[in-house]
């Protein structure tokens, strides 16, 4: 499932979470890569719809985009114990941030 974070950080600030509990990317393994590969493919598609897709123009130059991001235990982060994806977009208010 994907929603708005309550805290964003961005313009865009969306959560991918598998209704599978997980508590970390550090807890995954092959197992895992069906799954993985699925909330991967579903951040370009979700950003897309929010008006934060990458594209490219008639000039061959890219534009638009957005970063994805897993935080991976106490010193990378992570709060939540319940693995999840974030996707931000918009102006770059997290520059040097992250």
């Known amino acids: 499932m994907a ?16 209704k599978q509990h997980i508590a970390s990317l550090g807890d ?6 069906e799954l993985l590969g699925r909330m991967m493919l579903l951040a370009p598609k979700l950003a897309q719809e929010q008006g934060h897709g990458y594209k490219v123009g008639e000039d061959g130059q890219p534009s638009g985009g ?3 991001m897993f935080h991976v235990g106490p010193n990378g982060g992570q709060e939540v114990y ?17």
Do not use: S, Y
């Not at 995954?28 to 890569?33: F, K, P, S």
């Not at 319940?82 to 992250?98: E, I, K, M, N, S």
């Open 82 to 98: 319940h693995l999840h994806l974030h996707v931000l977009g918009g102006p770059r208010p997290w520059r040097g941030q992250f």
């Open 28 to 33: 995954c393994n092959e197992q895992h890569a």
């Open 66 to 68: 957005f970063k994805t």
């Open 3 to 18: 929603f708005h974070d309550i805290n964003p950080a961005a313009p865009m600030h969306l959560l991918i979470i598998p």
